[in-house]
């Protein structure tokens, strides 16, 4: 019960300093105040300050009040922060593009990899979520096409077989799956998901390095369009022609 209240307690202290009642930089209230202002005990407020302080929102100082944190240095792993840093900060794309970075960095060898280490079984599985992707697309599944989209990526690493890869890409994968949830409720960003997706199979399948780098690369390239379309509100599909979707004519 505790647990959930702290939660609770945790959440709503990040709303109050997204919504400007204590900016970065500024103090907190005692833990006494904070208590009377939740209806909870001192203890849970106390955990939920330390729950935001692993996470570097918060600032505990022994002895004085705990202060709040400019939003660059909170946490770029902790889903429930990828949108908030962005409010505090006026800058809502700034952290999706850095994480598409981080990926362009690391996917683009594993597609390189998995076309040279492919086996037959892992090819089947890939398909099997490309598969999942349009029906759970054709029915605007959105939980059930991010699954199969993420699914789709961790075939290719397990394909790479690098536990170096792995370890540095693995505390990504909430990230990735908060961003994913949220982009890809647009009808268009999941085709182009699929139309990419099908390029990169194909070349993994075919066994082309050269290809599948390339195809990973425009996945991305798109990726950052669509998510960059979606978070500054674009009215309309991008004029741009960098980030063609591999149906385009």
């Known amino acids: 019960m505790r647990r959930s209240r702290t939660h609770a307690v945790a959440d709503g202290l990040l709303g109050l300093v997204l919504e400007g009642t204590y900016p970065p930089t500024s103090a907190l209230p005692s833990e006494a105040d904070l208590a009377a202002r939740f209806g909870v005990s001192r203890l849970t407020v106390r955990e939920a300050i330390r729950s935001l302080a692993s996470t570097n929102v918060i600032e505990v100082r022994h002895g004085k009040s705990s202060v709040i944190n400019p939003p660059e240095l909170w946490s770029p792993l902790d889903p429930r922060l990828l949108q908030a840093r962005g409010e505090v900060s006026g800058q809502p794309d700034v952290l999706p593009r850095k994480l598409i970075e981080a990926r362009r960095t690391i996917e683009i060898g594993v597609a390189e990899l998995a076309a040279r280490r492919r086996t037959d079984e892992q090819l089947h599985r890939l398909a099997q979520y490309l598969d999942v992707m349009r029906h759970a697309h054709a029915q605007a599944d959105v939980t059930r096409f991010v699954e199969a989209d993420l699914g789709f ?89 960098t980030n063609p979707s591999p149906t385009a004519a």
Do not use: C, K, Y
């Open 153 to 241: 990526h961790d075939t290719l690493f397990a394909i790479a077989d690098n536990l170096f890869l792995d370890a540095v890409f693995e505390p990504l994968a909430e990230v990735m799956r908060t961003l994913r949830i949220t982009t890809s409720s647009l009808d268009d960003h999941r085709q182009h998901a699929i139309d990419w997706h099908d390029r990169i199979l194909a070349a993994v399948a075919d066994g082309n390095p050269d290809e599948a780098r390339e195809a990973m690369r425009a996945h991305l390239v798109q990726t950052e369009g669509d998510s960059d379309e979606f978070l500054t509100d674009h009215p309309g599909p991008s004029d741009e022609p």
